[in-house]
C-alpha cells in the first residue's frame, strides 16, 4: 500500500493551467522559500493517506477534468508516491499533467527519467520574492516551464508569455468548517489588499501562516 501526504483535492481549479482542472496539493515541502504563501503545506508527516484513497476520490471528477495540477508543498520530497499517482493518472485519463517544483530541473533529471511521459508540462524553480511576477503560470519570473510532451507543447505553450488580464484570477474554495481557501498566483500585494478590504468589511482574517505559528 503506497503512502501519501495530500494537503487538498480540489476541483474545478480554473487558474493554474488550462480549462477546467483537478488541483492536487501535496502536503510537505523541506524548500521554504522565503515568502511562500502555502506555508500550512510545509509540515511533512502530517494528512497522511493511501494512493488508493486519493484515486478513489479523484474518480468521480475524471469525467469532466481537462487537466490535472499537482502543486504543493512539494510533490517531489515524495517521488514514489508521486511517480505511483502519475501512473495512475495516465491509466484512468487522457488528460494533461501540470507538475509544479520547487527544485531546478536539473536536480529532478532522475526523477523525471523514472517518470518518463508521465508528466506533460513541469514548472521548476524555487519561488524568489524579489524577482518580478510577470510570467504567467508562474509566482516569480526566474521560475521555468517545461513541456515534455506533445500533449504539454499543445497544451502549455501558450503561457510562455508574460500575464494578461484574464490571468488575474482565483479560485475560492471553502472546505466543512467554513474556512476559505484561494488557489491561483497571486500578484504582489494581493494578498495585503484582500487582508485590508476584508479587514474594513470587520471580518476576522486568520491566515494559514498564522495557523502553522500557532502549531509550533
Ligand atoms: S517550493 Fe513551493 S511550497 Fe515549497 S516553499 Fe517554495 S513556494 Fe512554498
Given at each position: ?33 522565503k515568502?511562500?504563501i502555502?506555508?500550512?503545506?510545509w509540515?511533512?508527516g502530517?494528512k497522511m ?9 479523484l ?11 499537482i502543486?504543493?508543498g ?5 517521488p ?15 488528460a ?11 536536480a529532478l ?11 506533460d508540462a513541469?514548472?521548476?524553480d524555487?519561488?524568489?520574492?524579489d ?7 508562474r509566482?516569480?519570473?526566474?521560475q ?12 502549455f505553450a501558450?503561457f ?12 475560492l474554495?471553502?472546505?466543512?468548517s ?6 491561483g ?12 478590504f476584508?479587514?474594513?468589511q ?15
Amino acid at each position: 500500500m503506497t503512502s501519501i501526504g495530500i494537503s487538498r483535492l480540489h476541483f474545478p481549479v480554473t487558474t493554474l493551467g488550462p480549462g477546467r482542472r483537478i488541483g492536487i496539493w501535496f502536503q510537505g515541502c523541506s524548500i521554504r522559500c522565503k515568502g511562500c504563501i502555502s506555508l500550512d503545506t510545509w509540515a511533512s508527516g502530517r494528512k497522511m493517506t493511501t494512493l488508493r484513497s486519493v484515486t478513489g476520490l479523484l474518480e468521480r471528477w475524471l469525467p469532466e477534468t481537462d487537466g490535472f495540477t499537482i502543486s504543493g508543498g512539494e510533490p517531489f520530497d515524495q517521488p514514489f508516491a508521486l511517480a505511483a499517482l502519475l501512473r495512475e493518472i495516465r491509466s484512468k485519463s487522457d488528460a494533461d499533467v501540470l507538475v509544479y517544483s520547487g527544485h531546478s530541473f536539473e536536480a529532478l533529471t532522475s526523477h523525471l527519467a523514472e517518470m518518463d511521459r508521465l508528466i506533460d508540462a513541469l514548472i521548476t524553480d524555487p519561488f524568489e520574492i524579489d524577482d518580478d511576477r510577470d510570467v504567467a503560470l508562474r509566482g516569480s519570473g526566474n521560475q521555468r516551464l517545461h513541456c515534455l510532451t506533445p500533449l504539454g507543447v499543445e497544451r502549455f505553450a501558450q503561457f510562455e508569455r508574460t500575464v494578461a488580464s484574464d490571468d488575474k484570477a482565483f479560485d475560492l474554495m471553502m472546505d466543512d468548517s467554513g474556512t476559505i481557501w484561494l488557489a491561483g498566483i497571486p500578484g504582489r500585494n494581493d494578498f495585503k489588499r484582500l487582508r485590508e478590504f476584508l479587514e474594513s468589511q470587520h471580518h476576522t482574517i486568520v491566515t494559514t501562516e498564522d495557523r502553522l505559528s500557532e502549531t509550533r
